[in-house]
RNA sequence: GUAUCCUUAGUUCAGUUGGUAGAGCACCAGAUUGUGGUUCUGGGUGUCAUGGGUUCGAGCCCCAUAGGAUACC
């Protein structure tokens, strides 16, 4: 992997650069549509690449690792021709799921000990079978291994959380070295920045991070219950840190201001299950605000989804249509709503690099925030 | 035709000895940030079939009418 930096926005810390991976370029600022198993949920492969333009996607380890499995993964010569996607992938480690939808879990010094959502069976991540699994899957960006403190933590538990990330982190890292990737293009590992809240700790973490000297770095623990102001002052705090030629990915990561926002305060990568999540429960992200495509105010608005979008379903279907799929719960609306809002995601972050190269940046994402926040 | 039972929110139904109604679903709104097509939160939207009567007061008791169900001629 490549990150070549191109141009710095003089007003902010925005700025545009191009990675290149094995599997294609990547421009940046960019949104990674989720794609937890293998699948951006509704969207078929040829609109992500055609109509949303979707540079990279997410998969996750923990999901792919209980199934369909490490056999099939490998027998399938990797996710990427399991799943048909011949552009970049990015997996998480699944240390966040560990977290957010085990029922049962157990922290200890050497991994993570988990119960299975799907069927209840036990097992166990460590750093070292991580980088295993995630060589399996072989993604061309792979996260390590972390524990995702919650926003609101003790800096008791917060630094106790951190010891332990960075533990895994060095054993990831070795284990990582020395493996080999196992389909014939080159994966790259990026470490995650956590810390919670606390501003020593996030420093701390940074300069552990940098001893390894990766091709870029990730900042985790972030949007997962403090306030959003707290978000935005450690991306101050953190990417002023982190070295100017390496991509800063921001984990989870957010609403369309989020977004903004994230750019300028320089993050270079974002990924986030809001677009199809919430598009899937009938909400749309525009350019001239949200819209919860179940209200009644729509019931007879037959204008175009968005006016101003870019995918082929903003002009092809109505406002009053959407509605009508999402009130008789069809599938249809989820898929319809899902590539909207990815597109615009996406359009929102090529819209960013446009403006970062224009020098125009900040004025515009002072407006566009406001506008693209409104409630319709 | 006769007998018995039923009729309460959009719907399926609950409603105590008579004190002017509630639940699920639906509906209307809100939440959702490294995804379990979820989940959570808030909102009752009513001519108690209709018309009379008894009573201080009726969804509840009495009479009539309408509609429906079942059984027997």
Redesign the pocket.
């Known amino acids: 992997m490549r990150f070549q930096k191109i141009r710095q926005d003089p007003q902010s810390s925005a700025r545009c650069g191009i990675i290149t991976t094995d599997h294609g370029t990547i421009q940046t600022p960019i949104f990674m ?5 293998g699948s ?3 969207v078929y492969h040829r609109d992500l690449k055609e109509d949303v333009k979707a540079e990279i996607i ?1 998969g ?1 380890t ?2 792919l690792y209980l199934r369909p499995g490490l056999d099939i993964l490998r027998a399938a010569g990797g996710l990427h021709k399991f799943i048909g996607w011949d552009r970049p992938i990015l997996t ?6 560990v ?3 085990s ?1 049962i879990r157990k922290l200890t010094p050497e991994g993570c000990t988990f119960a299975s ?2 069927d209840g069976s036990r097992h166990t991540f460590t750093p070292e079978n991580n980088v295993d699994t995630q060589r399996i899957i072989g993604a061309d960006i792979v ?7 919650p926003g609101d933590a003790t800096f008791a538990y917060a630094e106790k959380s951190l010891k332990l990330t960075q533990n895994w982190l060095e054993r990831f890292i070795r284990h990582f070295d020395e493996t080999e990737p196992l389909y014939g293009y080159s994966q790259t590992l990026f470490p ?1 920045i ?1 810390g919670c809240v606390y501003p020593e700790l996030r420093k701390q973490a940074v300069e552990h991070a940098l001893r390894f000297d990766r091709e870029g770095y ?1 900042i ?5 219950g403090e306030p ?1 102001e707290e978000m935005y002052r450690m991306l101050e705090l953190v990417c002023p840190l982190l070295p100017d030629d390496r991509p800063r990915y921001l ?5 369309p201001a ?1 977004l903004l926002e994230g750019i300028a305060r320089g993050v270079d990568m974002f ?8 598009g ?4 749309l992200f525009t350019w001239n605000g ?1 819209m ?1 495509m ?4 729509w ?1 007879s608005d037959f204008s175009p989804l968005d006016e101003s979008g870019s995918s082929f379903v903003d002009r092809y279907y109505t406002k009053a249509y959407l509605r009508h799929l999402f ?9 319809i709503a ?1 590539e909207h809002n990815l597109s615009f995601y996406l359009d929102l972050v090529r819209a960013a690099r446009e403006h970062i190269m224009a020098g125009d940046f900040s004025s515009w994402k002072e407006v566009t925030v406001k506008r693209i926040m409104t ?1 319709l």
């Open positions: 549509p989720v794609g937890t198993v951006v949920k509704g997410l996750n923990y999901h998480d480690s699944g240390g966040f799921q977290f957010s939808l029922p959502h799907i996260m390590a291994l972390d524990e995702c403190c995650i956590q990730a985790g623990g972030l949007a997962v959003t984990m989870g990561v957010g609403t989020n990924d986030c299950v809001m677009p199809t999540r919430n899937r429960n009938g909400m949200i919860n179940r209200n009644k105010k019931e009130v008789s719960g069809e599938m249809f609306a989820a898929m899902s409630r």
